[in-house]
């Protein structure tokens, strides 16, 4: 007799992020909103969990890297794998900075996994080096250094509720072309062809949120038509995509090094969308490989 064809989940999301980012906090909303949930699943029981018989059609995961079986290489080759078999596999990302990071595990006065006899900052430094793949490869980048419990619940629920209820949340992201097309997004806009700030020695070591930098490109006679058209055709959509269902929506800005023109445009459309009651967020690849922040603008590089 033949065996009856196993259901595969149709949709399984990895929930990682570093110590102290609010990775328990996350599985629980998840919870809530319907998803079987396992924490700190161990890799090694990954296949026999996903190709379970039983299994409901949402599944959220919180991978620890305290798991003795835990490695980057053998995670994201499970995302390949299911991407592959034709099964949803999102990964969601709670990122949070050092400094916000130092300040939750002295309140609780946990030590880190990865340091139990080393100063606190040498196990979340290393935490965050050892997560760098898993962050550049995630679908979901959510940056809980100034969330409460309550707001992550609240962005987990725009993302992820299924009760038709949700609002359409977007992320603007500029990246470069020499490291290719950042995965996950909906909409990718090329804007290579405007004026590189690269070439003015005086904006060389700047990035696109410096005013400089922005005023530059904007100057392009190529730009305002440019930016009126893209940014008409972004939000005619928009509408369309809340009604079909679509509660996430990703807009890609992509120059040569991506770090002046497509940050500029990309924090320039941000923030038009949200002067139009769009739930909007930024987020530039390059920037953050170099570990670039707000408080970064207009400093050398």
């Not at 296949?47 to 053998?74: C, E, H, K, T, Y």
């Not at 440019?226 to 055709?233: H, I, Q």
């Not at 972004?234 to 770090?259: D, N, R, W």
């Amino acid at each position: 007799m033949t065996e009856p064809a196993k259901q595969p989940t149709a949709r399984v999301v990895f929930v990682m992020g570093p110590s102290g980012a609010g990775r328990s906090t996350a599985i629980n909303v998840f919870e809530d909103l319907g998803f079987d949930t396992i924490h700190n699943l161990p890799l090694s029981l990954f296949d026999r969990v996903v190709s379970g018989s039983g299994m409901r059609p949402a599944l959220a995961l919180g991978i620890d890297v305290r798991n003795r079986d835990f490695s980057v290489d053998a995670l994201l080759s499970a995302l390949e794998q299911m991407t592959t078999a034709g099964i949803a596999a999102e990964l969601v990302y709670l990122d949070c900075t050092t400094d916000v990071l130092l300040r939750r595990y002295s309140e609780t006065r946990r030590r880190h996994p990865l340091a139990p006899s080393e100063p606190l900052a040498v196990g979340i430094e290393r935490e965050i080096e050892l997560l760098q793949p898993i962050r550049e490869r995630a679908d979901h980048l959510i940056d809980t250094s100034n969330m409460t419990p309550h707001d992550l619940k609240a962005e987990i629920e725009r993302r992820f509720a299924d009760d038709g209820a949700a609002e359409l949340v977007l992320s603007v992201e500029s990246f470069s072309y020499k490291r290719g097309l950042p995965r996950g997004v909906d909409m990718i806009f090329d804007v290579r062809f405007l004026a590189n700030p690269h070439w003015e020695p005086e904006l060389r070591n700047l990035d696109g949120r410096a005013p400089d930098v922005a005023a530059y490109v904007s100057a392009d006679a190529r730009f305002s038509d440019f930016f009126t058209k893209m940014s008409d055709l972004v939000e005619s959509l928009l509408p369309a995509f809340k009604a079909e269902g679509k509660t996430y929506l990703s807009v890609g800005l992509g120059c040569t090094g991506g770090q002046h023109r497509s940050v500029a445009v990309a924090e320039k459309l941000a923030n038009a969308l949200a002067k139009k009651g769009w739930q909007v967020s930024t987020r530039h690849r390059e920037l953050e490989r170099r570990g670039l922040t707000a408080s970064d603008v207009g400093t050398s590089q």
